[in-house]
């Protein structure tokens, strides 16, 4: 479809997306696609702070409600998601669509490419993932099973993506890695990001919790783990994992069968984990907007010409500039 345009909404959480995306969409007469990592799976509805059934049906979403709870998602899959997304707009005879979310990690492997990934069966995928978290040190067996692939101790999604690779196929990911190159993304991708004064953000994600918490947040995930194990790739989510730790009064790598943080941090009244979340939010926010601010390219300002499309970079302003920088490019 000509100039059909991907347009990426980031920002920290808790700046306003989701609300911004839902506005910008009716205006544009698109869809959404939803880029983050907790709203794709089913039954985490308060925690991932979900649209509501009234806004989904107002706006068509993709990439929400995808995963059942002990499935793995991962870069390839939102790849996956988002073509058939795409292709199901262009049919529509839309003239762009939304990415929405805060997982700008996904974003930047999908636009820099991706290696084919191994087709998994769901249960295979499972019991790889099972296999990878009990492990006692991923890193120190990534390393001792490939050694020359270069992986920051730190870097999570990476170093899961090696060991699932390592045991779906047998191989060291470096080797297989040079036998399956990136596959460029076939679309160019515009990127724009909210900007929040920071103590305005941390006030609105404290508020956020508190809401989380009155709608049933800790009644939600206790429910969720009746039914499945902690070894469930959503259960180290910020707003998942010290629910799990307050409910059970235990650290997360215990109940996971793994060796637990010195002096780990688990509430033992709801306002402490109110604060315990909320801190954690604030720190994810600040990770997330250094990200986004060093690893699309050159950072522009919607005072600058429209022909200055972020195809490269990203533009950067707050919901109203934004707003409307991207209307008058229609």
Do not use: W
């Not at 989380?212 to 902690?230: A, C, P, V």
């Amino acid at each position: 479809m000509h100039n059909f345009r991907l347009i990426a909404i980031l920002g920290a959480t808790g700046s306003g997306k989701s609300a911004f995306g839902l506005e910008l969409a009716q205006q544009l007469n698109c869809d959404i696609f939803s880029l983050d990592s907790l709203a794709i799976y089913q039954e985490f509805d308060i925690v991932s702070a979900k649209p509501s059934k009234e806004e989904l049906a107002q706006i068509p979403h993709h990439g929400i409600n995808i995963l059942k709870p002990n499935q793995a998602n991962n870069a390839p899959l939102f790849k996956t998601l988002l073509l058939q997304a795409i292709q199901q707009s262009q049919k529509k005879q839309h003239k762009a669509l939304l990415i929405i979310g805060g997982s700008s990690f996904y974003l930047k492997s999908i636009i820099e490419g991706l290696s084919p990934h191994p087709p998994l069966s769901t249960q295979q995928s499972q019991a790889i993932h099972k296999q990878i978290q009990s492990l006692p040190d991923p890193y120190t067996f990534l390393h001792a099973i490939d050694p020359n692939y270069p992986i920051h101790p730190n870097d999570t999604y990476r170093l899961y993506r090696a060991l699932e690779i390592y045991f779906a196929t047998h191989t060291p990911p470096s080797l297989f890695f040079a036998n399956h190159p990136r596959e460029p993304f076939p679309h160019p991708i515009e990127k724009y990001a909210l900007s929040i004064d920071r103590d305005l953000l941390r006030k609105r994600i404290l508020k956020r919790t508190q809401s989380m918490l009155q709608k049933g947040l800790l009644e939600e995930i206790e429910s969720i783990f009746k039914h499945y194990d902690y070894l469930i790739q959503p259960a180290g989510a910020i707003g998942v994992k010290e629910c799990i730790q307050y409910l059970t009064q235990t650290p997360l790598e215990v109940l996971q069968g793994k060796t637990p943080p010195q002096n780990p941090k688990i509430a033992s009244n709801i306002q402490e984990l109110c604060t315990l979340i909320s801190t954690h939010t604030a720190q994810l926010a600040k990770r997330q907007s250094t990200f986004n601010r060093t690893q699309f390219g050159s950072i522009l300002s919607t005072s600058q010409s429209i022909k200055n499309l972020p195809k490269t970079g990203i533009i950067c302003g707050n919901q109203e500039e934004l707003k409307a920088f991207i209307l008058q490019t229609f």
